[in-house]
């Protein structure tokens, strides 16, 4: 009998990683000798817990009978009493050929005690193992990782709905798949566009983002492409309008404020999909987590990893450093320790003129990453600027490295 034992905290997707790697049966024929695929796996959750165990359960597929069970209650803290319910739990079964602990999760009161409880059985086969999320590889006690080449991605492959389904949240309301076509504004026209604007914006020349404020645009602006002109109600008097004509426009509004920039980063990435490894990315997710809704602005999966790209068309380091914490924050919900979070803003080192700053003080770009380095969560965080995002194929080199990592 080999038994795999999971401890269970609030992020499932450590433990359905792990898993999911060890009950894949097509694994190298040395590392099904090292690391043998489990007959049971042992669920050791607390009453708060209990919702992610039977999340992970589900996206597992398990047959029935493989799983068993230790519910803490409450006494997720208490040592002594994790120690002898797991203990209780392993002298059930009449013969242990090995047992594999992954202590990833959970509590570090559960870590120790299920590992004393563990050792406290003296099985010659007895795996201890953690989730990296530096090398996305299983890291023995003994100083080995598994897989031996390559990592966990090549096993594992999720989708963003499978996320969802382990978090206990709902189908996003909204969703833009790589099969979907793009907005109807949207082109790299507009793309190009929207950059020189906000450069216009940045030195002071134009009030154009003002202007979008009333439904009544000002045609003075010039040069708006066509994809922007076409079907969109300019100087339209608000006695005429009617809930269509207001929503479109409310939809252009929300275009040019910012959400061009978010299918940019889509866009982008659907070229750069396969070359990547990607399999599953979608922008303009709106979601609710105990009915309260959130929106991640583009998401990407590669293999089991999450890619959590935050979006801004901002250019001063106050607004950016909020969206970056926000995006911290939600990739740390949904994929855990091992997601990787992107800022993508407008900020760079350039003063109102154009040119390269000399002042320190002017060179935002360079200051957020120094105020942001400052913070130990941030190992799987950067920060890409306008003069990294604005040409394509720049902006392309840029995330072909973040990806490849």
């Not at 989730?131 to 023995?140: A, T």
């Not at 031996?148 to 709902?170: A, E, F, P, T, W």
């Not at 949207?186 to 793309?191: A, E, F, H, R, T």
């Not at 076409?230 to 929503?247: G, R, V, Y």
Request: hydrophobic share 35%; net charge neutral; aromatic share 10%.
């Amino acid at each position: 009998m080999n038994i795999l034992i999971l401890s269970i905290g609030s992020n499932p997707m450590p433990n359905f990683i792990t898993a999911e790697y060890l009950l894949n049966s097509e694994r190298e024929e040395n590392e099904l000798i090292q690391l043998p695929k489990p007959d049971k796996v042992l669920f050791i959750h607390s009453s708060k817990t209990e919702s992610f165990k039977e999340y992970i359960e589900n996206e597992l597929k398990l047959d029935q009978g493989i799983c068993c069970y230790v519910n803490l209650m409450s006494d997720e803290r208490k040592f002594e009493a994790i120690k002898k319910r797991v203990i209780d739990e392993l002298k059930k079964f009449e013969y242990i050929n090995s047992i594999h602990l992954n202590y990833t999760g959970g509590t570090k009161v559960m870590a120790v005690a299920i590992s004393e409880a563990v050792a406290s059985l003296n099985n010659p086969n007895t795996i201890y193992s953690d989730l990296s999320p530096k090398s996305f590889q299983l890291s023995l006690r003994n100083g080995n990782v598994f897989p031996v080449s390559g990592d966990l991605r090549k096993y594992v492959k999720i989708k963003i709905n499978q996320i969802y389904s382990m978090h206990g949240l709902k189908e996003p309301e909204n969703k833009f798949e790589l099969q979907c076509s793009n907005t109807e504004w949207y082109s790299k026209d507009s793309v190009n566009f929207m950059f020189q604007k906000i450069k216009d914006d940045k030195n002071g020349n134009e009030d154009f983002f003002d202007l979008w404020d009333n439904i009544k645009f000002k045609s003075s602006v010039k040069n708006i492409p066509e994809k922007i002109l076409k079907d969109t109600p300019f100087e339209i008097e608000s006695s005429q309008l009617n809930k269509k004509i207001l929503k479109k426009f409310q939809h252009l509004q929300k275009f040019i404020r910012g959400t061009w920039l978010e299918e940019y980063v889509f866009d982008v990435l659907s070229e750069i999909k396969d070359e990547c490894g990607l399999n599953d990315i979608a922008w303009n997710i709106e979601i609710k987590v105990k009915n309260r809704p959130f929106e991640l602005d583009v998401i990407a999966v590669k293999g089991c990893q999450t890619f959590v790209f935050t979006c801004t068309t901002a250019y001063d380091i106050r607004m950016c450093k909020g969206k970056a914490f926000e995006g911290l924050y939600r990739a740390e919900q949904i994929g855990g320790g091992q997601a990787k979070t992107i800022l993508v803003c407008l900020a760079d080192n350039f003063d109102k003129k154009g040119n390269i700053a000399k002042n320190d003080s002017d060179k935002t770009l360079d200051n957020l990453r120094a105020d942001l380095s400052q913070f130990d969560a941030l190992q799987n965080f950067y920060v890409l600027g306008q003069e990294e995002i604005k040409d394509r194929n720049k902006f392309k080199l840029a995330l072909k490295e973040i990806l490849g990592e």
